[in-house]
Structure formats: structure tokens, C-alpha cells
């Protein structure tokens, strides 16, 4: 995958309560939510993603393998074979504090793992 920008910067120093950028994205279940319409194609799966903190950004007019992460807001595309979500994230975004493990109001799915 790569991202697609870079919202935090590298030695910045960076105001904590500001995060999640995304706060309506907190729970997993609702990021799940948003992969209804992820494209078939696509080679990771939502509840991977979702796990990682990333929701589905789709387009209007075309398919598009786009999320973005609930905290960080940085997004990331173009998923390939063997790609694992979390340390894509924490590639692209190693400053997102729910990589860092920081307490940024997850909330993770109760519902078990489908696979
Ligand atoms: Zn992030």
C-alpha cells in the first residue's frame, strides 16, 4: 500500500488532544460498517483493516481500495498480496498514536472474527 499524505510530521511535536482526527470512527464496528461496497478485488480483508483503524474512503465514480485511519487521518491506497493493514499503517503513519499504542478512544468489536 502506499499513502497517500502525510499529516504528521516526523520530530514535531504535536498536540495529543487533538487526536482522533476522526472521532465518530472510533469504534471498529463502525469502521467495519463503511466496507460494504470495499471492492472485491481487493486483496486484504475489512475486518483487517478495520483492526488497524482504518475505514473505507470510497469514490463516487469509480472503485477505489482507499482508507483512512480514524486517528492520524492519513490514508492509504493501492493494497497488494500479502499486505498486512498494521504495519502498512505504522510504515506510512509511524506517528499515529493509535499505532504508538497511545489510549485514543478505540473501541474494539466485540463481534467475533469472521473469516
Ligand atoms: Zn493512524
Redesign the pocket.
Given at each position: 500500500a502506499e499513502a497517500m499524505e502525510f499529516r504528521l510530521r516526523t520530530g514535531e511535536v504535536v498536540d495529543e488532544s487533538l487526536y482522533p482526527k476522526i472521532p465518530h470512527m472510533k469504534s471498529e464496528d463502525a469502521r467495519l460498517r463503511t466496507f460494504s461496497n470495499w471492492p472485491s478485488w481487493s486483496p486484504v480483508q475489512p475486518h483487517d483493516l478495520a483492526q488497524a483503524?482504518m475505514f473505507y474512503v470510497p469514490e463516487a465514480d469509480r472503485q477505489i481500495d482507499r482508507v483512512q485511519?480514524?486517528?492520524?487521518?492519513?490514508m492509504l491506497v493501492s493494497w497488494e498480496e500479502g499486505d498486512d493493514p498494521w504495519q502498512e499503517?505504522a510504515r506510512a503513519?509511524p506517528n499515529?498514536?493509535?499505532?504508538l499504542g497511545h489510549d485514543v478512544g478505540n473501541i474494539p468489536s466485540e463481534q467475533p472474527r469472521q473469516r
Open positions: 483503524g485511519c480514524f486517528c492520524c487521518a492519513g499503517h503513519y499515529c498514536f493509535f499505532i
